[in-house]
C-alpha cells in the first residue's frame, strides 16, 4: 500500500470521526441519548481518562488535572511512535494489512488526541446546556480536553435471574462501552493485526497465497 492510500484511509477516519463528535458536542446535552434501534443508541459522554474512563488520578495520588495532563502527554508521544511505525512500514514496502493496521490505529489515536489537547479551549461544558465552538469560557485550557464518545450498543440490557448464584438480580448489559469512531479504528486495526497476523508480517508474497 502506497503513503497516498494511506494517508486517504487517515484523513477519511479523521473527518468521520471529528465531524460526528462536533455535531455531537454541539447538538447534545452530556448524558442525552437517542435511540436508533433497540441494540443501537447516540448516547453523549465524555472520557476524561484512558480506556474505559480510568483516570490516573484513580491509581496515583495526584490530582485530576495532572493526570489528564500526564495521559495527553503520554499519548503524544505515542502517536509520535506509531507515526513513526507507519512511515517505516510504508518505507520498508511491508505487507497491505501490515500498512493498512498501523494507518487504521495511527488514525484513530489521531482522533482522540485532538479531543484531548483543543476541546478543552474550544467549547464550553455541556452540563445542562449544548456546548458551543469557540466560546468565551472553555471549560479547560490546552492539553486538558476530554474525549467525546457517543456509539452505544446495549444489545443485550436484562436482569439476572435471582436464582443465578452471587449476581441473581443484578442488572446484565451487553455491550456496555460508549466508544466513538477513532476507537473503532483502534479496534480494527489491532484486530486486523491479530486475527490475520501471519500476513500483516509475513512477506507480501503470502498475501496473495
Do not use: C
Not at 468521520?16 to 448524558?31: A, C, E, P, R, W
Not at 495526584?62 to 502517536?79: C, H, P, V
Not at 511505525?85 to 489521531?110: C, E, M, P, Q
Not at 479551549?121 to 452540563?127: E, G, K, R, T, V
Amino acid at each position: 500500500m502506497s503513503l497516498k492510500k494511506s494517508l486517504i484511509i487517515i484523513i477519511a477516519i479523521l473527518a468521520i470521526d471529528q465531524i460526528s463528535k462536533i455535531y455531537i458536542k454541539t447538538n447534545f446535552v452530556l448524558g442525552e441519548s437517542v435511540d436508533v434501534f433497540n441494540w443501537f443508541k447516540i448516547l453523549f459522554i465524555e472520557n476524561e481518562g484512558a480506556a474505559w474512563g480510568t483516570k490516573l488520578s484513580d491509581i496515583l495520588p495526584i490530582s485530576d488535572e495532572i493526570g489528564k495532563l500526564i495521559l495527553t502527554i503520554f499519548r503524544l508521544f505515542a502517536i509520535i511512535g506509531i507515526g513513526y511505525w507507519l512511515y517505516d512500514t510504508i518505507k520498508k514496502n511491508s505487507s497491505r494489512t501490515l500498512i493498512l493496521s498501523v494507518s487504521l490505529i495511527f488514525a484513530g489515536a489521531l482522533g482522540n488526541i485532538l479531543d484531548s489537547v483543543f476541546y478543552g479551549m474550544i467549547f464550553n461544558d455541556s452540563y445542562s446546556q449544548v456546548a458551543t465552538a469557540f466560546s468565551s469560557d472553555p471549560y479547560g485550557s490546552i492539553f486538558h480536553g476530554k474525549v467525546v464518545d457517543m456509539l452505544y450498543f446495549p444489545m443485550i440490557d436484562t436482569i439476572w435471574p435471582e436464582w443465578v448464584p452471587v449476581v441473581g438480580g443484578n442488572t446484565f448489559r451487553f455491550f456496555e462501552p460508549v466508544f466513538n469512531i477513532a476507537d473503532m479504528a483502534i479496534s480494527t486495526g489491532v484486530g486486523i493485526l491479530i486475527v490475520f497476523n501471519k500476513k500483516a508480517f509475513g512477506d507480501k508474497a503470502s498475501e496473495t497465497n
